[in-house]
T-cell receptor, first 116, second 112 residues
């Protein structure tokens, strides 16, 4: 069974600090996909990044970076030089290529507050 | 514009009534999902559908029902059997399991 764990329920940092959001996943499949989504106060989830299980290359997009490590089943998300607009709930998600049972499972989310 | 539309945004239900939440997408996506969000519990999967006329139960399907008669539509009915239906409901769609999901703006259901 697939499972995603985000142990950090809430994080608060002062603006311009760096912050890392942790994500640990469980899966029996060799082919799977990992995602990060942002949920601002409006409620609609916004897609940030996708990674497949065969691509462990880390990725950087502006102030955002992602560290995928299969050895520890982790897919962590770092925001550098945080800004108030980064305040939101962030979700990590996992889908498996399990024919006939493909579903997208989310973690419980991390509420990030950036203090001005 | 392409997207996924949920309606209504706010919904009030009396105890013992069934209500149906609408979800429509014009993205030509095969997969559609319904999630429930409660404070501190993240997104929990209610039902999902990978193709028209087929759907599977998620982790918390009891008290809910769905249909997938058209590719574009995946309505969710919250039945009177759902004991604690007050929550925020999110619908999503994706082209395939390995592609990103697009979400609607959500429906906030309150039992009065």
């Amino acid at each position: 069974a697939q499972k995603v764990t985000q142990a950090q329920t809430e994080i608060s940092v002062v603006e311009k600090e760096d912050v890392t959001l942790d994500c640990v996943y469980e899966t029996r499949d060799t082919t799977y996909y990992l995602f990060w989504y942002k949920q601002p106060p409006s409620g609609e989830l916004v897609f940030l990044i996708r990674r497949n299980s065969f691509d462990e290359q880390n990725e950087i997009s502006g102030r955002y970076s992602w560290n995928f490590q299969k050895s520890t089943s982790s897919f962590n998300f770092t925001i550098t030089a945080s800004q108030v607009v980064d305040s939101a709930v962030y979700f990590c998600a996992l889908s498996e290529e399990n024919f006939g049972n493909e579903k997208l499972t989310f973690g419980t989310g991390t509420r990030l507050t950036i203090i001005p | 514009d392409g997207g996924i539309t949920q309606s209504p945004k706010y919904l009030f239900r009396k105890e013992g009534q069934n209500v149906t939440l609408s979800c429509e997408q014009n993205l030509n996506h095969d997969a559609m999902y319904w999630y429930r969000q409660d404070p501190g519990q993240g997104l929990r999967l209610i039902y999902y559908s990978q193709i028209v006329n087929d759907f599977q139960k998620g982790d918390i399907a009891e008290g809910y029902s769905v249909s997938r008669e058209k590719k574009e539509s995946f309505p969710l009915t919250v039945t009177s059997a759902q004991k604690n239906p007050t929550a925020f409901y999110l619908c999503a769609s994706s082209w395939r399991v390995e592609t990103e999901a697009f979400f609607g703006q959500g429906t906030r259901l309150t039992v009065v």
